[in-house]
């Protein structure tokens, strides 16, 4: 009732635009007077005032969209002209929401307005989409305004070199995908100078299909990996006995003392594996182990487990398929190949142990970060896409995103048919050919969206038997993707696409096809998320035009099958379906909708779960990241490198500070670690059983820095960030190593009736604790064992040789043949300044 007599939040929110609305048309008049000239020359008028604090962005925001709609009819051919709907749309963008506009209402052109905005702060808009083609595209085709208004644009896309990344993130403006900017903010913390960054500070975003962005994807965090120390060669012996291992049937859940009757038990939902103690028993004797849950024996376990999920949650032409000898990922979203991204954890070796292609060596991580964090970052955000209200808990809770439905400009006329549903998938899909026939005989366009490769196979191979032509979309056809889609409104048109979720390209009605009914959509089956299934409705029915939508479904779906009740089943029982027969009934539809939205909130968990976890990494992350910032940007590093040695110096003259009169076994080991990571033993006044001041060990600490710095001369700042940053990178790296070990064993804690977020929380703050005592460790060993043999030569000190620094560790002793610096002087017997703990003739010096 309050509804009915207030309207909604959303109503409201709308209402509260109108104003604003007709503020923009009222400029409308005095836009269409100016000269072409006139646009570049007010928006740097604008930029000028912004940067002067004169005008703020909302003061601009009324007659900068009329400027923005006036060039769109100017730069354009065609114009194109905002429409007032549009104008909604890109208030709310401009306010850092989500703005939900059916497709074809003209996102693209929506961004334009808050883009232009914002452009005007001089700190850069990003532009982000699901892919290269996309990214390209838009950058082009809005690019026409944007150089019209004077505005600059770049374009992030696979491949380009860091320079090239530099000029495009300059641009007023960048397009790009999600990927390349995560990776780029990754790559740019890893790098040792300033000027290889090639981002700047994350100002303000515009996500294109931003729930496939921000929802889908957030479920896979990025990864930057390089080779592990060790590569396992057990896979192809564990996957030889996979076949051996037989799957329990289904156990009912409210039995404590079911037994699984097989060697392992699968929950299909969560793609969880546990052997049965039959299976354990079969495995070791398999594999000739006496106890596979021995601590020796984790790994082999490890690997069991993954090579089970391989075989039985992973199928070729569904998540996967094989290319060029390789195992690609699909995305099951959109179903767009992923080249590059890989399962972690050993479980993409174990697929290409089973598809018997080459086992690729395993990675160890370097960086790493969510979509969820990288995205949080930005000082705004916004977003827009056809399908968000059904996820509007999730934008908010997780992004601080509000979601807005902006009304259509023309009245939506798709009639939405209700769900065939059939007793089987055989029955299903010749129903399915039947309607594509009749379609295709009355010469009306059909777009038949299925959830996988394989499914999209089998519909053409039923149609190639009804000599019915049509197009398949799937990830083996990516690259026509464009073309078939924008042909699929024409007359007589079959098109078979797996998944329609951010095509980003229209699909406009042919000639005479209005009169056959508009496009018709099939959707084969409900996909987990009603919003991927509200996506491919969508393509249908765009500004106006008519068109018609019809599920099919059968009981053994997938969907059905893992989420439907007992009690779904009992009602079509009820109903008496026969075979070959179809019903539509509200309250079947209305269960399987309830399936979706558990399914909706369980995936929701898993995001919610990653995402805790990682605020937990992202914490450390922001400090470390932060540090390499201020080591690579600072003028002078020597303040920081000498506060990490008085921090490290006190830390290890404590025992003795902390006693009156220190025993002789406590002197003996603050001086073996004195002499270990400072090698105050070179140093005149270093006694035998004494231990010095804490006065004369900061005199001894200057004079170490003092020896650098006559050394190197006007070198010496870099080679001290050098050193920093090495020390820095190399146990960061090792400190995520750790990281992930604790992830994957933290959830035991549970069965001591221990939060396992807390312990992770908890055990995570110890390891970062000793990771940054490391750090300030391992750099001054570096500094106290560092000599210098020869005059370093500006010529040869170069940042693009800047790696070449020869330092006795086991990971860049060996970069270069002929280093441009000589090796530092380590006595055979001292402590190597690795940080091993071996004496230098035993490590880097063997």
Not at 9 to 28: C, H, M, T, V
Not at 114 to 119: H, Q, R
Not at 578 to 598: F, H, L, P, W, Y
């Amino acid at each position: 009732m309050l509804k009915f007599l207030f309207g909604s939040k959303n109503d409201r929110y709308l209402k509260k635009l109108k104003p604003i609305i007709a503020e923009i048309n009222g400029f409308e008049s005095k836009m269409e007077a100016l000269s072409d000239e006139d646009f570049p020359r007010i928006i740097s008028e604008w930029k000028a005032q912004v940067a002067a604090g004169e005008k703020t962005l909302d003061d601009l925001l009324p007659e900068c969209f009329a400027l923005v709609r006036e060039a769109g009819k100017r730069a354009f051919d065609p114009p194109m002209r905002h429409y007032d709907v549009q104008l909604i749309g890109g208030i709310v963008l401009h306010q850092g929401k989500i703005s939900e506009m059916k497709t074809g209402e003209g996102k693209t052109l929506v961004a334009t307005l808050p883009v232009v905005l914002n452009a005007l702060s001089g700190k850069g808009v990003h532009v982000i989409t699901v892919n290269d083609y996309l990214a390209s595209r838009d950058s082009e085709w809005m690019g026409q305004l944007y150089a019209f208004l004077g505005l600059s644009v770049g374009v992030i896309v696979h491949g380009l070199t860091d320079q090239e990344r530099q000029e495009a993130y300059a641009a007023d403006i960048t397009y790009g995908t999600n990927n390349e900017f995560g990776f780029d903010y990754l790559r740019d913390n890893m790098k040792f100078y300033k000027e290889q960054l090639v981002q700047r500070p994350l100002n303000y975003a515009i996500v294109d299909e931003v729930d496939s962005i921000l929802i889908d994807e957030a479920r896979t965090p990025l990864i930057i990996s390089g080779p592990g120390e060790k590569s396992s060669g057990l896979y192809r012996r564990v996957d030889s006995i996979i076949p051996s291992l037989a799957k329990s049937s289904p156990m009912d859940p409210e039995d404590k003392d079911a037994v699984p009757d097989g060697d392992f038990v699968l929950d299909e939902k969560t793609k969880a594996v546990t052997l049965s103690d039959a299976g354990v028993e079969k495995v070791e004797a398999m594999l000739d182990v006496d106890n596979l849950f021995d601590p020796q024996n984790i790994a082999l376990q490890h690997h069991v487990l993954q090579a089970l999920k391989a075989h039985h949650c992973y199928q070729n032409d569904v998540e996967y398929i094989i290319k060029d000898g390789q195992v690609v990922l699909v995305d099951e979203f959109t179903g767009r190949l992923m080249p590059g991204r890989r399962l972690s954890d050993g479980l993409h070796q174990a697929i290409e142990a089973k598809e018997n292609v080459k086992v690729e060596a395993e990675n160890q991580t370097l960086a790493s970060i969510t979509f969820q964090n990288y995205f949080r970052m930005y000082d705004k955000l916004a977003g827009m896409t056809g399908t968000a209200d059904t996820e509007a808990v999730e934008f908010g809770q997780i992004y601080n995103l509000e979601v807005i439905v902006i009304p259509t400009h023309k009245p939506m006329v798709r009639k939405d048919h209700p769900d065939a549903i059939y007793k089987t998938q055989e029955q299903k899909y010749e129903a399915i050919a039947d309607d594509i026939a009749d379609c295709y005989h009355r010469g009306q366009p059909t777009l038949v969206g299925t959830v996988s490769i394989e499914k999209s196979e089998l519909l053409s191979h039923l149609l190639k038997k009804k000599k019915i032509p049509h197009d398949v979309l799937n990830a083996k056809q990516h690259e026509r993707e464009a073309e078939i889609v924008a042909e699929a409104g024409h007359k007589k048109k079959v098109t078979i696409a797996t998944n329609m979720a951010g095509r980003g390209t229209d699909i406009k009605l042919g000639e005479g096809v209005r009169e056959l009914g508009g496009l018709h959509i099939i959707g084969t089956e409900r996909h987990e998320s009603r919003r991927i299934d509200n996506q491919l409705r969508g393509r249908s029915g765009r500004q106006g035009d008519p068109g018609s939508s019809r599920f099919y479904l059968a009981l053994d779906d997938d969907l059905m099958r893992l989420f439907g009740s007992d009690r779904l089943k009992g009602i079509m029982d009820k109903l008496g379906l026969e075979d070959g027969m179809a019903i539509e009934n509200k309250m079947v539809s209305g269960a399987i909708e309830k399936s979706q939205t558990r399914v909706e909130g369980h995936h929701f968990e898993i995001r919610k779960q990653l995402l805790e976890y990682d605020d937990v990494m992202n914490q450390q992350r922001e400090v470390i990241y932060s540090l390499r910032r201020d080591l690579m940007q600072a003028e002078t590093v020597d303040g920081i490198a000498r506060e990490y040695a008085i921090d490290l110096l006190e830390d290890v003259l404590e025992p003795a500070l902390d006693m009156r009169d220190p025993d002789k076994e406590t002197v003996d080991s603050v001086r073996a670690r004195l002499e270990e990571v400072f090698n105050f033993e070179r140093f005149e006044g270093w006694h035998d059983n004494q231990l010095p001041s804490r006065e004369q060990a900061e005199t001894w600490v200057d004079e170490i820095f003092g020896y650098l710095r006559a050394s190197t001369g006007d070198h010496y700042q870099e080679i001290l960030r050098y050193f920093l940053l090495d020390s820095l990178d190399r146990n960061w790296k090792e400190h995520l190593l750790n990281m992930d070990h604790l992830r994957d064993g933290i959830g035991l804690r549970g069965y001591g009736q221990k939060d396992p977020k807390q312990e992770y929380k908890r055990e995570g703050f110890e390891l970062f604790s000793e990771l940054v005592y490391t750090i300030k460790e391992s750099s001054m060993r570096a500094f106290s064992h560092l000599r210098i043999e020869a005059e370093v030569r500006d010529e040869e000190f170069q940042h693009e040789t800047s790696d070449e620094l020869e330092y006795t560790d086991s990971e860049s002793a060996d970069k270069k043949a002929e280093p441009v610096k000589k090796a530092p002087k380590v006595s055979r017997n001292a402590p190597c300044p690795c940080g091993s703990g071996k004496k230098y003739k035993k490590c880097c010096g063997a």
